[in-house]
């Protein structure tokens, strides 16, 4: 049995349509997790450049989104380097959300787990953007299936593995069960600024809510028998006004932090920043004893002793689906006859 090994789970603002000044923010906020002991740092959904929350107000906003594009972040570049660099030197793995720009100027809600020697070991797109999202993001591909990967602690934690969700991705059932058997331990759970719910009345879904997302979190959890990091942003006044979202579903006022650890059973296992003010900024830090993990699958296994593969059973497609394939041509062979000259 490995040490009980910490992990660090952020409730921080970006530099809305900032990457630069974004990645900046991040390579400090990953420095000050390692200097607490932590070995795993967690970024919430889009952290780089921000959530483009605009999309709850109107669905349509040429200039925002312009430049979203641009400071969007492409997975080779100087900019993920240096977020790659930040782990290397901090001996910490990070799990980072962001924009993803492709060659063709397509962005891409997505994933990367990084790991302590500033390798990217896992790099995924949403498999589908949720509602509004898709007037910015497109989907991703057989191959994001592939969500779980192991991390290399060194000598004193062992290897684990670390696994990750964006959103709206933990009311899909299939894809939880996926990801699920794919064995992980630590789940990172990311999404955008939550605003807390306005009551029955309100046209908003609940399950958009602060309250909403925290409890599918759980949920997660709890199929899971994994540790979950619940991760938030915050959206500010400053940021309020970048995005302008004053009259949207989303970011109408500064708040939206809500991070927390989440046990294997399902508990919420910290408390909430500061006064618990859903605008401050911070990191939350907790102590898993990986153990407890192995003790409530002895109760809960749904990939294993509480499953039954002969009645129900899942198919994937994990492979790879690309716009352009170049047709493969077989090599003329010339049949040797009778008349042959060597």
Known sequence: MSAPIRVAVTQAEPVYLDLAASVKKACGLIAEAAQNGAKLVAFSECWLPGYPAWIWARSVDFELQTRYIYNSLPIESEAMDMVKAAAKENSIAVALGFSEKSPSHSVYISQAIISPQGEVLLHRRKIKPTHMER?????????????????????????????????????????????????????????????????????????????GSQNLSQTYAIESTTYVLHCTSVCTQKGIEVLKTQDGLACRQPGGGHSCVIGPDGRRLTEPLGDGEADTEGIVYADLDLTKVVATRGFLDIVGHYSRPDLLWLGVDRQPKENVIAKQYKPAVQEETENTVY
């Open 135 to 211: 007037t910015v993001f497109g989907d991703g591909t057989g191959a994001d299936l592939n969500n779980v990967v192991e991390v290399d602690f060194g000598a004193e934690h062992g290897k684990i593995k670390v696994g990750c969700f964006a959103c709206w991705e933990h009311t899909q059932p299939l894809l939880k069960y996926h990801s699920i058997s794919q064995g992980e331990v630590i789940h990172i759970s990311m999404w955008p600024p939550i605003d807390p719910s306005m009551g029955v009345n309100h046209p908003g879904l609940w399950s958009m809510t602060a309250d």
